[in-house]
């Protein structure tokens, strides 16, 4: 078997490339004291590197302490990406991927989340506008129960049909899981604004929806995550136990 490419880490952007196998290594050799096993040479290298060590610790610290994590799928006609994020109320870890191999891991200020949010969907301004095949007098577009899962479907020929059925310019599925809340919205950036796929009694429509209304819903993600001095409270209060 041919060697892999060792995980690399770029100390001016504070980023960690690696592929998924190596990603495994790191967080399982990560994680705290006396739970890890010996890990391979690649992964213990940097690890125990002085220049890097520390730097890639931090960096998957909210892998390991993270009540919350956001999925987020974008979806176009030629192209499905997955992106992830683990959240603490302080730092948060991005996953996006870099090829069909390799994924970048990056640490932002978790106050950035809802402008990183906007960014990987590709979120802008854009005035809502009726569409011509709107059937309904709120703006609805009623379309078939399955559109929205073969819109992100990892099958290219589902997918392209979905998109021609739809006319939208990409679809993005973003999903929040954490311990107090579930978020989870389907969105498609059109010419004609954004649409949200909702479905209800039975009946699966697209939805006008603003640029603002989305926003305001990654801002509040915020509003759900515990205060960083509420969460470090709680922590000296489990270690006191």
Do not use: Y
């Amino acid at each position: 078997m041919a060697d892999r490419t060792p995980p690399s880490w770029g100390p001016s952007t504070g980023t960690l490339r690696c592929d998924r196998a190596e990603l495994n290594s790191l967080i399982a050799h990560t994680r705290p004291p006396g739970t890890a096993s010996t890990p391979p040479d690649e992964t213990r290298a940097l690890l125990d590197h002085p220049a890097t060590g520390d730097a890639v610790r931090v960096l998957l610290q909210p892998v390991h302490e993270s009540t919350s994590q956001v999925n987020c799928a974008l979806a176009t006609p030629d192209q499905l990406t997955l992106r992830r994020a683990w959240i603490t109320p302080e730092n948060t870890t991005l996953l996006c991927p870099v090829d069909d191999v390799d994924a970048q891991l990056t640490l932002i200020t978790t106050s950035l989340l809802p402008i990183t949010l906007t960014t990987w969907v590709d979120l802008r301004p854009a005035p809502v506008r009726p569409d011509e095949h709107d059937n309904d007098p709120g703006g609805d577009r009623k379309i078939a129960s399955g559109v929205g899962e073969d819109l992100l479907s990892m099958d290219a020929a589902r997918r392209m049909q979905a998109f021609a059925v739809t006319g939208a310019e990409c679809a993005w599925d973003l999903e929040l899981t954490t311990a107090g809340a579930h978020l989870a919205m389907t969105i498609l950036n059109t010419p004609r604004g954004h649409r949200e796929i909702l479905t209800t009694a039975g009946r699966t429509a697209l939805h006008p929806i603003t640029a603002t209304t989305l926003f305001r819903r990654f801002a509040d993600i915020l509003a759900g995550l515990p205060r960083p001095e509420a969460a470090a409270a709680s922590n000296h209060a489990e270690a006191e136990a």
